[in-house]
């Protein structure tokens, strides 16, 4: 038996309701723990530019939120990476879920994907987020804010 048809095999014997159950147990860790970044990289920024820290300070700060950041992206990008892999399962390889029915009316109706919302939570917007956190912490260690 080949990888494939081993993923196939599998794949075609998850039951249908467990497979639905687990999409939104994933999906809601997922924004959860999106959620839970944002957090973090607000209070960073809040602390960064709190007028308390001394200026010779605030880069650490931002440095900091950067590692503090980064450390909190792994588990969230884990995440991504298991719904989005359920979120393939159901749309390619799972035509009696209801997610897969409504895909497929909205393509028939026009509709083009153009891009994924879990990637710009699970991938872009918190790289962004780290580094605006990198780029104040060089700004204001180069004196240039």
Known sequence: MTKQEEISALVQSI???ILAKERE???NLFVGR???FIVVFSLFMT??????ITPNNKDLVFYAGALVLF???LPLFRGYRKHDRIMRLI???RSDHPA???EKIMQLEGYT???RVSLLMGVTIPWVCIAILLAFALAISRHLL
């Open 47 to 52: 602390a960064g530019f709190a007028n308390a």
């Open 25 to 27: 147990f994933m999906e």
């Open 100 to 102: 897969h029915a409504i």
């Open 71 to 73: 450390l909190v992206w």
């Open 113 to 115: 994907p153009r891009y």
């Open 34 to 36: 999106f959620n839970y």
């Open 15 to 17: 039951d249908i309701d």
């Open 91 to 93: 749309f390619r390889d």
